[in-house]
């Protein structure tokens, strides 16, 4: 391992944090069969895709034995593929065409529940005395009624009473995702079987589901909960970094691996006790700050106003959290969050150079960068209009409760379509060919409308796609150590929209301009020694001082002597 010299305490070089990741998630990808389902072998057809691109890790969403409740993060069998996406041999086959290209993967890893349809649940609900009976969380009624107001995720109680032993599970999301019960060592160890037995394959490292549920505090009065909602109430439990240090001892020390955890719940403050360089525990989180801008108390359904500087200082607010001791990962959007570009950009008019904008926001901060798939070619969220173009469970589930109360189901389905998961899960826009070249059948969700415009085809042979500008930047960050391993510092101006930084050390210096707007913006006093990176603009160059155009990437560069 080699050091980065900074201003500042040095930086430890290594793989992972010079990569770029690009999740897949295999049921919107790219369907072989013609069922309608993306698979493993549709992964494979295009790893020349991801290769071309310049992707070093691929994030495969669950690709395990589930009943799909939760679309694979409600995992029935740890040890195998779900037949709609293949067989072990496809798997094998995919890995090897990963490594044979120099490219990673990371599997998903769901360890704080289990679909109710793996065995150890089913031999658990069967009898209180059953030995799996302490793999689940279960408790006994208090006062006719659950244990605590905890909420699920996906609407309702967070308990489900059992009708046979009479007593309540635990399931922070569905009721078929009931949670394991972590205090008992013997879940511990299956945990760390199954991670061994896919480490021992040769993937590369797990992207860790909900990894700060896994320890809970089950004592916290129902009015705590009132208070502070669920995401914090759930997260950081008490036992969490031992549990966390326990699975780095069994396992994760003993390969060259990447770990990256779901940070939901994690505060600035907290995560160098998750991912600091001294800790034992794990590499990166992606946290939730900027995720949750826009969402009420009541969550992604409970509008709420922000403003563009809550958005620009929650990076500069996690870069100096984590500093050197710890490691960012990047990302603007995935399965769980409407498309970037909708979201952050502007998916009318100023469509392309606001995607470009948030991919150059993606590649030039420090951290590892997450590319969801599809945004690298600027794929928007789907115009759904009724309950039938929905298929995520918490749109569903929240739709009955909707109706249950007799509430406003236009306005439900309006916000629905703005902020729900399944923008981010329609099909892969490849070509303009019926469904997008995602399935000769028909897909398990409807392609948006946009795909004759919006599609890979389009862009490939296009010098100025979005596409094409992914290929450009990720190929500049992997020349420039800078990008990867230098210091930001932040620049304040009187136009908030101006998202202005500065990356130091090594051999260079860049100064990343964005205009996170639509208007033009005043450009603030600059020298006029600093060369014009090209392959990171989204405009054709002007002089140095002039006005900054709607969304405009302006990214510069110095030598350093
Ligand atoms: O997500 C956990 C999580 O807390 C959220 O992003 C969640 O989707 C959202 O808050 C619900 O409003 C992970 C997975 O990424 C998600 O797809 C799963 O549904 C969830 O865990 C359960 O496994």
Same mark, same amino acid.
Do not use: C
């Given at each position: 391992?080699?050091?980065?010299?900074?201003?500042?305490?040095?930086?430890?070089?290594?793989?992972?944090?010079?990569?770029?990741?690009?999740?897949?998630?295999?049921?919107?990808?790219?369907?072989?069969?013609?069922?309608?389902?993306?698979?493993?072998?549709?992964?494979?057809?295009?790893?020349?895709?991801?290769? #071309?691109? $310049?992707? %070093?890790?691929?994030?495969?969403?669950? !690709?395990?034995?589930?009943?799909? /409740?939760?679309?694979?993060? +409600?995992?029935?069998?740890?040890?195998?593929?779900?037949?709609?996406?293949?067989?072990?041999?496809?798997?094998?086959?995919?890995?090897?065409?990963?490594?044979?290209?120099?490219?990673?993967?990371?599997?998903?890893?769901?360890?704080?529940?289990?679909?109710?349809?793996?065995?150890?649940?089913?031999?658990?609900?069967?009898?209180?005395?059953?030995?799996?009976?302490?793999?689940?969380?279960?408790?006994?009624?208090?006062?006719?009624?659950?244990?605590?107001?905890?909420?699920?995720?996906?609407?309702?109680?967070?308990?489900?009473?059992?009708?046979?032993?009479?007593?309540?599970?635990?399931?922070?999301?569905?009721?078929?995702?009931?949670?394991?019960?972590?205090?008992?060592?013997?879940?511990?160890?299956?945990?760390?079987?199954?991670?061994?037995?896919?480490? #021992?394959? $040769?993937? %590369?490292?797990?992207?860790?589901?909900? !990894?700060?549920?896994?320890?809970? /505090?089950?004592?916290?009065? +129902?009015?705590?909960?009132?208070?502070?909602?669920?995401?914090?109430?759930?997260?950081?439990?008490?036992?969490?970094?031992?549990?966390?240090?326990?699975?780095?001892?069994?396992?994760?020390?003993?390969?060259?691996?990447?770990?990256?955890?779901?940070?939901?719940?994690?505060?600035?403050?907290?995560?160098?006790?998750?991912?600091?360089?001294?800790?034992?525990?794990?590499?990166?989180?992606?946290?939730?700050?900027?995720?949750?801008?826009?969402?009420?108390?009541?969550?992604?359904?409970?509008?709420?106003?922000?403003?563009?500087?809550?958005?620009?200082?929650?990076?500069?607010?996690?870069?100096?959290?984590?500093?050197?001791?710890?490691?960012?990962?990047?990302?603007?959007?995935?399965?769980?969050?409407?498309?970037?570009?909708?979201?952050?950009?502007?998916?009318?008019?100023?469509?392309?150079?606001?995607?470009?904008?948030?991919?150059?926001?993606?590649?030039?901060?420090?951290?590892?960068?997450?590319?969801?798939?599809?945004?690298?070619?600027?794929?928007?969220?789907?115009?759904?209009?009724?309950?039938?173009?929905?298929?995520?469970?918490?749109?569903?589930?929240?739709?009955?409760?909707?109706?249950?109360?007799?509430?406003?189901?236009?306005?439900?389905?309006?916000?629905?379509?703005?902020?729900?998961?399944?923008?981010?899960?329609?099909?892969?826009?490849?070509?303009?060919?019926?469904?997008?070249?995602?399935?000769?059948?028909?897909?398990?969700?409807?392609?948006?409308?946009?795909?004759?415009?919006?599609?890979?085809?389009?862009?490939?042979?296009?010098?100025?796609?979005?596409?094409?500008?992914?290929?450009?930047?990720?190929?500049?960050?992997?020349?420039?150590?800078?990008?990867?391993?230098?210091?930001?510092?932040?620049?304040?101006?009187?136009?908030?929209?101006?998202?202005?930084?500065?990356?130091?050390?090594?051999?260079?210096?860049?100064?990343?301009?964005?205009?996170?707007?639509?208007?033009?913006?005043?450009?603030?006093?600059?020298?006029?020694?600093?060369?014009?990176?090209?392959?990171?603009?989204?405009?054709?160059?002007?002089?140095?001082?002039?006005?900054?155009?709607?969304?405009?990437?302006?990214?510069?560069?110095?030598?350093?002597?």
């Amino acid at each position: 391992m080699s050091i980065f010299h900074t201003s500042t305490p040095s930086v430890l070089k290594t793989w992972w944090k010079e990569s770029v990741i690009y999740q897949i998630y295999p049921r919107s990808f790219n369907d072989s069969d013609g069922d309608g389902v993306g698979d493993l072998r549709g992964i494979i057809q295009k790893l020349d895709y991801l290769k #071309d691109l $310049g992707v %070093d890790i691929v994030w495969l969403s669950p !690709i395990y034995k589930s009943p799909n /409740d939760d679309n694979g993060y +409600d995992i029935s069998d740890y040890y195998d593929i779900m037949p709609e996406f293949g067989t072990m041999a496809d798997f094998d086959e995919l890995l090897e065409g990963l490594h044979s290209r120099g490219m990673r993967l990371l599997m998903d890893l769901v360890v704080n529940h289990t679909s109710d349809e793996h065995e150890w649940f089913k031999a658990s609900k069967s009898a209180t005395d059953n030995p799996y009976r302490d793999y689940y969380v279960w408790k006994k009624p208090v006062n006719g009624g659950p244990p605590n107001n905890w909420r699920s995720f996906f609407s309702g109680s967070a308990w489900e009473l059992d009708e046979t032993t009479g007593e309540y599970y635990l399931h922070l999301f569905a009721k078929k995702q009931p949670d394991l019960n972590w205090e008992n060592p013997k879940v511990r160890e299956e945990v760390y079987k199954l991670m061994r037995f896919w480490l #021992d394959k $040769g993937i %590369d490292g797990f992207r860790m589901d909900v !990894i700060p549920f896994i320890s809970k /505090d089950l004592t916290y009065p +129902d009015a705590d909960f009132e208070r502070h909602g669920h995401g914090e109430i759930y997260a950081n439990g008490p036992r969490v970094h031992e549990f966390l240090r326990e699975m780095h001892e069994e396992v994760l020390r003993h390969y060259d691996i990447v770990t990256v955890g779901e940070g939901v719940g994690i505060s600035a403050e907290q995560a160098n006790d998750y991912v600091g360089s001294d800790r034992k525990e794990l590499h990166m989180i992606f946290h939730f700050d900027h995720m949750g801008l826009g969402y009420g108390p009541g969550g992604r359904m409970d509008p709420a106003d922000w403003r563009i500087e809550d958005f620009t200082t929650v990076f500069s607010k996690w870069d100096r959290a984590l500093g050197d001791r710890g490691w960012n990962n990047l990302y603007l959007g995935n399965h769980d969050f409407p498309r970037m570009v909708s979201r952050f950009g502007n998916d009318e008019k100023y469509w392309q150079a606001s995607a470009k904008l948030l991919a150059t926001l993606l590649l030039t901060q420090r951290g590892t960068p997450t590319i969801y798939q599809g945004d690298e070619i600027g794929m928007t969220n789907s115009p759904f209009k009724q309950i039938a173009d929905f298929r995520d469970i918490e749109t569903l589930n929240a739709y009955k409760e909707v109706i249950e109360a007799e509430g406003d189901v236009a306005q439900f389905i309006e916000r629905a379509a703005e902020a729900g998961r399944d923008n981010a899960r329609t099909p892969i826009q490849w070509n303009a060919e019926p469904h997008g070249g995602f399935t000769e059948g028909t897909p398990w969700i409807d392609v948006t409308p946009n795909f004759g415009q919006i599609n890979v085809a389009n862009q490939e042979n296009d010098p100025d796609s979005i596409l094409n500008f992914y290929r450009k930047a990720l190929n500049y960050r992997k020349e420039q150590e800078t990008l990867v391993y230098g210091d930001t510092e932040y620049l304040n101006h009187s136009q908030p929209e101006l998202y202005d930084f500065i990356r130091v050390g090594g051999t260079g210096k860049f100064r990343v301009m964005l205009n996170l707007s639509s208007s033009e913006l005043q450009m603030p006093d600059i020298e006029e020694d600093w060369e014009w990176v090209a392959p990171l603009s989204n405009y054709a160059q002007v002089p140095l001082r002039s006005p900054m155009r709607p969304w405009e990437v302006r990214v510069l560069r110095k030598a350093i002597l």
